[in-house]
C-alpha cells in the first residue's frame, strides 16, 4: 500500500507527462496526469490482497534475500523470491529439469575464439545449475515461493508500481489487467470468495 501511497504522492507533486520512446504507447490525451493516478487507486485498492489473507503464510514472512549491503531490503518472501540477476539462467527458457550441464562434444574442436563463448556459458549454466540444486535443497521456502502462481503476478504489479510515471500508463495498467484477469488463483486459497476490488470492463 505504501509504494501506491508514494507514487500518488510523488506524481501529484512532480509528474509531468514526457514524450514516450516506445511508439504504440505514444497517443495524445491517453498518458495524462490524471489517468495515471486512477491506476495508482486502483492499484491501492488492489494492495491489501497482494500479500494473501493468511498472515502466517510463508510467502508473507519477511525476508532479506541476497544481502549486498547497499541495496538490501527487508521483503515478504512473495517478493522476494526468484532467481538473483548474477545468476539467471542464459538459456531461454530456462532448464526444467536439473541435469547438470556439459560441454558439447566437439569442444576440443573448437577455435580458442568459440572455446572462449563456450566456456563463458558453460560458466553461467553451471552457476545456475548449482543455485537452484543448493536453493532447492536448502531453502525449501524460497523454492515454495518460486512455484506458487500468485508470485510472478504480484511482482510483475509491485515492479510496475515502483517506476516513476513518465507519460507511460500501459505498463502499469497491463500489470493490474493480468492480475484482475487470474484473481482465481487468488481465491484459491481463501476459506470464502473475495471478489475482485478493482475491474476494467
Given at each position: 500500500?505504501?509504494?501506491?501511497?508514494?507514487?500518488?504522492?510523488?506524481?501529484?507533486?512532480?509528474?509531468?507527462?514526457?514524450?514516450?520512446?516506445?511508439?504504440?504507447?505514444?497517443?495524445?490525451?491517453i498518458?495524462?496526469?490524471n489517468?495515471?493516478?486512477?491506476?495508482?487507486?486502483?492499484?491501492?485498492?488492489?494492495?491489501?490482497?497482494?500479500?494473501?489473507?493468511?498472515?502466517?503464510?510463508e510467502?508473507?514472512?519477511?525476508?532479506?534475500?541476497?544481502?549486498?549491503w547497499q541495496?538490501?531490503?527487508?521483503?515478504?518472501?512473495?517478493?522476494?523470491?526468484g532467481?538473483p540477476?548474477?545468476?539467471?539462467?542464459?538459456?531461454?527458457?530456462?532448464?526444467?529439469?536439473?541435469?547438470?550441464?556439459?560441454?558439447?562434444?566437439?569442444?576440443?574442436?573448437?577455435?580458442?575464439?568459440?572455446?572462449?563463448?563456450?566456456?563463458?556459458l558453460?560458466?553461467?549454466?553451471?552457476?545456475?545449475?548449482?543455485?537452484?540444486?543448493f536453493?532447492?535443497?536448502?531453502?525449501?521456502?524460497?523454492?515454495?515461493?518460486?512455484?506458487?502462481?500468485?508470485?510472478?503476478?504480484?511482482?510483475?504489479?509491485?515492479?510496475?508500481?515502483e517506476?516513476?510515471?513518465?507519460?507511460?500508463?500501459?505498463?502499469?495498467?497491463?500489470?493490474?489487467?493480468?492480475r484482475?484477469?487470474?484473481?482465481?488463483?487468488?481465491?484459491?486459497?481463501?476459506?470464502?470468495?473475495?471478489?475482485?476490488?478493482?475491474?476494467?470492463?
Amino acid at each position: 500500500m505504501s509504494i501506491g501511497k508514494k507514487e500518488s504522492e510523488w506524481t501529484k507533486i512532480y509528474g509531468k507527462p514526457s514524450p514516450v520512446r516506445f511508439p504504440p504507447v505514444n497517443f495524445d490525451g491517453i498518458n495524462s496526469l490524471n489517468d495515471h493516478l486512477r491506476l495508482l487507486s486502483q492499484y491501492k485498492a488492489l494492495a491489501p490482497y497482494l500479500l494473501g489473507d493468511d498472515s502466517h503464510n510463508e510467502l508473507s514472512r519477511p525476508t532479506l534475500r541476497h544481502p549486498d549491503w547497499q541495496h538490501a531490503a527487508l521483503l515478504p518472501l512473495l517478493l522476494a523470491t526468484g532467481h538473483p540477476p548474477m545468476l539467471q539462467s542464459p538459456d531461454n527458457p530456462p532448464p526444467k529439469t536439473l541435469e547438470k550441464p556439459v560441454l558439447p562434444d566437439n569442444y576440443h574442436s573448437l577455435s580458442p575464439e568459440e572455446k572462449s563463448h563456450v566456456d563463458e556459458l558453460h560458466r553461467r549454466r553451471v552457476l545456475f545449475y548449482l543455485y537452484m540444486v543448493f536453493n532447492g535443497g536448502l531453502n525449501k521456502q524460497h523454492l515454495t515461493g518460486m512455484r506458487d502462481a500468485c508470485v510472478l503476478l504480484t511482482q510483475h504489479l509491485v515492479e510496475r508500481m515502483e517506476k516513476q510515471w513518465s507519460g507511460d500508463i500501459f505498463s502499469l495498467k497491463g500489470a493490474l489487467i493480468h492480475r484482475t484477469e487470474n484473481w482465481d488463483h487468488y481465491n484459491a486459497e481463501l476459506p470464502n470468495h473475495v471478489p475482485c476490488p478493482i475491474s476494467f470492463i
